[in-house]
């Protein structure tokens, strides 16, 4: 791997390839930094380099961070959310990308309502079937949409998956391409979601192709985790 800068530099020009490929403006896709396990040092190299969002996956090590980066990029919620850590997410989260039950967003409600914010999210939907993935069934996704849409407090503002992994990117556009024929049936039905977020080191290309608009990008940019 390179450095960080350069890095960056790769995954930007592998966003606006793809976004090209398939008749769209790069501005269009919003690259997120996914810092689990990257040291804040490490972080700042990348905010030098233009980074301006990171997506953490825990709550605790996102306010550990938070003490040494603040302010200098937004924060998205990219992990696995308990309702007992809706409190903290609402304060220190820009987005939360993985809304994925009615429980958890009645505690954002509840949470973001004391904290006088509107919280926006992002509802995971698990088109694999994966025990070990978070997420509504497609099923079962357009009631907890509507249930959402409905809190004052919570802005929903579009969709996101996790494919199983796989090492041939290719592998990964059938569950992105779902991802996005369920966002244009919910418009059918007159919810209008902006926002998909799909698309990780691995096959984020494909993922641009397929409509993405959030990508979250880890090892591309910082490199093989620590742990």
Same mark, same amino acid.
């Given at each position: ?5 350069? =890095? ?20 269009? +896709?919003?690259?997120?930094?996914? %810092? ?11 905010? @030098? ?7 953490? =996956?825990?709550?605790? @090590? ?26 903290? /997410? ?30 926006? +999210? ?9 025990? %070990? ?15 959402? +849409?409905?809190?004052? =407090? ?15 990117? @290719?592998?990964?556009?059938? *569950? *992105?391409?779902?991802?996005? @024929? ?19 080191? =691995?096959?984020?290309?494909?993922? +641009?192709?397929?409509? /993405? ?6 090892? /591309?940019? *910082? ?5």
């Amino acid at each position: 791997m390179g450095s960080v800068r350069e =890095n960056l530099r790769r995954v930007r020009e592998g966003i606006a390839e793809a976004a090209l490929r398939s008749g769209r403006r790069p501005e269009e +896709v919003k690259l997120i930094g996914a %810092t689990k396990g990257v040291p804040p040092e490490r972080i700042l190299e990348a905010v @030098e380099a233009g980074l301006d969002t990171i997506g953490e =996956n825990y709550v605790q @090590e996102a306010q550990r961070k938070y003490e040494v980066i603040g302010d200098r990029v937004k924060w998205h919620m990219i992990g696995r959310l308990q309702s007992n850590k809706a409190k903290h /997410a609402v304060r220190l989260f820009e987005v939360i990308h993985s809304l994925s039950s009615l429980k958890l967003a009645q505690e954002l409600q509840k949470r973001a309502q004391k904290e006088g914010r509107r919280i926006r +999210v992002l509802v995971q939907v698990n088109l694999s079937g994966e025990e %070990t993935k978070a997420g509504v069934s497609p099923e079962g996704l357009p009631e907890l949409i509507r249930a959402a +849409v409905g809190m004052p =407090n919570l802005e929903v503002l579009g969709l996101m998956t996790m494919p199983p992994y796989s090492e041939d990117p @290719e592998d990964s556009r059938p *569950f *992105f391409r779902r991802l996005r @024929e369920l966002r244009d049936r919910l418009a059918e039905g007159g919810i209008i979601l902006r926002e998909l977020s799909m698309g990780m080191s =691995n096959d984020y290309k494909v993922a +641009v192709e397929e409509g /993405a608009t959030m990508v979250r990008i880890g090892t /591309a940019i *910082f490199g093989p985790r620590g742990r």
